[in-house]
T-cell receptor, first 114, second 116 residues
Framework: ETGVTQTPRHLVMGMTNKKSLKCEQHLGHNAMYWYKQSAKKPLELMFVYNFKEQTENNSVPSRFSPECPNSSHLFLHLHTLQPEDSALYLC?????????????FGSGTRLTVV | GENVEQHPSTLSVQEGDSAVIKCTYSDSASNYFPWYKQELGKRPQLIIDIRSNVGEKKDQRIAVTLNKTAKHFSLHITETQPEDSAVYFCAAKALYSYNQGGKLIFGQGTELSVKP
């Protein structure tokens, strides 16, 4: 483990279901992120939280709803998803400082929408 | 908006040869450029990074170069080994202040295959 833990690892859900993805980091980082990774596509930034405040929403549909109750936890609530939302959802964290810093990724949740 | 272009999308080399992956970025404010390696079924892992005040950085068999004027940066892997086979992503980030947070914009990825 890298210090960023995502659960569940795999999720299959129907289009009318509601589910949540969870991310937890034990690195003392001050920023957390959700990325979507689809087959043959680049990593797409979805949301950015800095000091638990949302600083970026990259035009994500409202069927994806993030929540960041504190600097260590990040959730992605899912409802009425479409089959095209099937992808690997990666959480990442970083310690933001001037000059930039790398992200530490979790192992991801493999989501399949049926 | 910000954009990062990465080439080639696939790269096949013989063991022992060198591999070069190139990226260009659009946001001139970008000041941090990491490279990630993602093995099949695993998470992306940071392998090397470079900041805008540096032109080149090397770590054993991997090196990264940055040309700010041309807005492009490259990853160089020498003496490639089969375990180098993976998808490599470049990324660029503009960090304006530490409390705003910076967003990493990724390239499309390069699938590197090293044949023994």
């Amino acid at each position: 483990e890298t210090g960023v833990t995502q659960t569940p690892r795999h999720l299959v859900m129907g289009m009318t279901n509601k589910k949540s993805l969870k991310c937890e980091q034990h690195l003392g980082h001050n920023a957390m992120y959700w990325y979507k990774q689809s087959a043959k596509k680049p990593l797409e930034l979805m949301f950015v939280y800095n000091f638990k405040e949302q600083t970026e929403n990259n035009s994500v549909p409202s069927r994806f709803s993030p929540e960041c109750p504190n600097s260590s936890h990040l959730f992605l609530h899912l409802h009425t998803l479409q089959p095209e939302d099937s992808a690997l959802y990666l959480c990442a964290s970083s310690q933001e400082l001037e000059g930039g810093n790398g992200y530490t990724f979790g192992s991801g949740t493999r989501l399949t929408v049926v | 908006g910000e954009n990062v272009e990465q080439h080639p999308s696939t790269l096949s080399v013989q063991e022992g040869d060198s591999a070069v992956i190139k990226c260009t970025y659009s946001d001139s404010a970008s000041n941090y450029f990491p490279w990630y390696k993602q093995e099949l079924g695993k998470r992306p892992q940071l392998i090397i990074d470079i900041r805008s005040n540096v032109g080149e950085k090397k770590d054993q068999r991997i090196a990264v170069t940055l040309n700010k004027t041309a807005k492009h940066f490259s990853l160089h892997i020498t003496e490639t080994q089969p375990e180098d086979s993976a998808v490599y992503f470049c990324a660029a980030k503009a960090l304006y202040s530490y409390n705003q947070g910076g967003k990493l914009i990724f390239g499309q990825g390069t699938e590197l295959s090293v044949k023994p």
